[in-house]
């Protein structure tokens, strides 16, 4: 079991909702609906002037959508002796990639930032193969390939795959919130060339280093910890039970069926509907009937042409929602519903449109209210809902 922890950027917030929508559209590139006041065109992410206006406002700067980056990060150990590196983990994507001494100027980052050298480890190999992540909006990282070992929340991995960054640009250079990323999506999404390597959970899997081939989040709230295991179910988490549903992996997605949603009791079903279960998303995108559904029931609530999305007074009653994974219905606990101030004693909802997109993406405004299994070995995963921390 590994612990979460705050970069320090985030150490007393969390990225802002401008931020954390705009990932969001870079990430699933939807086109705006009625209400998602961000959207991708061009290979771009732009904010939209107004829900009746779908015109170019301006388009988001590359650093302002890598500041949408998770609010957590995990401690992973790298190498022999090692370095001990802050790393976000991703279910929406599928590299491990770290800060490395094969940047330019590398010490310049030795105080913000643990930097992997493959040259100081012991157990570092070279291996074939070069990635690439890049992004319309001008930001991207790539480089080489290491083999080392990984150690994760108390799992160690031989031979693991280490994406050392070469080149990062300036989007990347200014984020102090993490030393690279661990992808925990299914393989298909790994971008090195030309042979995509193993993710640590597969590797976890083939190299049978995990008693079961699953994975558990729990995301931390407030002062609450949170954490990942690997190979095992901390059945401590919530007295609720976990509810199973099969995973659709085609796209590379932990996607799961979400046929209905209930707002203060009253139930609506969403035929053929679906939702991907997304750590490295923060919010939680739905359609816009939904959206106006939720909204309606709150005195006050507006759409803010400004800011890009719903908003509602501060001191309002929020109603009680829940949404679909497979079978279950699981709430949305007030304390997360809201993800932060807007002007004029406001706030700005969790809840926002997912525009064009065809899915739903349950970031963590849903997945602060649960306790999640992602079962690789099985295609599955399983859900409990936990109980609010007031």
Not at 160 to 188: H, I, K, T, Y
Not at 276 to 292: N, P
Request: glycine fraction near 10%; hydrophobic fraction near 30%.
């Amino acid at each position: 079991m590994h612990h979460l922890v705050r970069p320090h950027c985030y150490k007393h917030t969390r990225p802002t909702f401008y931020s954390a929508y705009a990932r969001a559209a870079r990430r699933y590139g939807f086109e705006c609906g009625r209400y998602a006041g961000f959207c991708k065109r061009n290979d771009v992410v732009v904010k939209i002037k107004g829900s009746k206006n779908r015109e170019v406002d301006h388009e988001v700067p590359a650093e302002s959508v890598q500041h949408g980056a998770s609010e957590y990060v995990v401690p992973v150990k790298i190498g022999t002796p090692g370095v001990i590196a802050k790393l976000d983990f991703d279910t929406g994507s599928s590299d491990l990639w770290i800060w490395s001494s094969e940047l330019s100027h590398a010490s310049k980052y030795f105080n913000t930032h643990d930097i992997y050298n493959p040259r100081k480890s012991k157990t570092a190999e070279r291996a074939p193969g070069t990635w690439n992540i890049s992004y319309g909006d001008g930001s991207s990282a790539s480089g080489d390939v290491y083999v080392d070992v990984v150690s994760v929340a108390g799992v160690t991995i031989p031979y693991q795959a280490v994406e050392c960054a070469r080149e990062l640009s300036s989007s990347f250079l200014q984020d102090g919130g993490n030393d690279g990323l661990l992808g925990l999506a299914w393989p298909m999404l790994n971008t090195v060339e030309p042979h995509k390597v193993k993710t640590p959970m597969q590797n976890m899997i083939d190299q049978k280093v995990i008693s079961e081939p699953l994975f558990t989040v729990k995301l931390g709230k407030g002062q609450e910890s949170g954490f990942y295991s690997f190979g095992h179910i901390d059945y401590s988490v919530t007295s609720h039970h976990l509810h199973y549903t099969d995973v659709d992996n085609s796209q590379g997605f932990w996607q799961v069926e979400s046929q209905s949603y209930t707002v203060n009791g009253h139930l609506t079903e969403r035929r053929r509907n679906t939702a991907i279960l997304d750590t490295g998303t923060s919010l939680l995108l739905v359609d816009d009937d939904v959206l106006k559904e939720i909204y309606d029931e709150i005195d006050g609530a507006v759409y803010d042409d400004q800011e890009g999305g719903w908003k509602y007074p501060s001191n309002a009653r929020i109603p009680e929602v829940s949404f679909a994974v497979g079978d279950y219905l699981f709430i949305i606990h007030e304390e997360d519903f809201g993800y932060g101030p807007a002007d004029h004693g406001y706030t700005l909802g969790g809840i926002q449109s997912r525009g064009d997109q065809k899915f739903d993406i349950f970031g963590d405004v849903f997945l602060k209210s649960v306790y999640v299994v992602f079962n690789q070995g099985e295609k599955k995963v399983g859900v409990a809902q936990r109980d609010p921390t007031h």
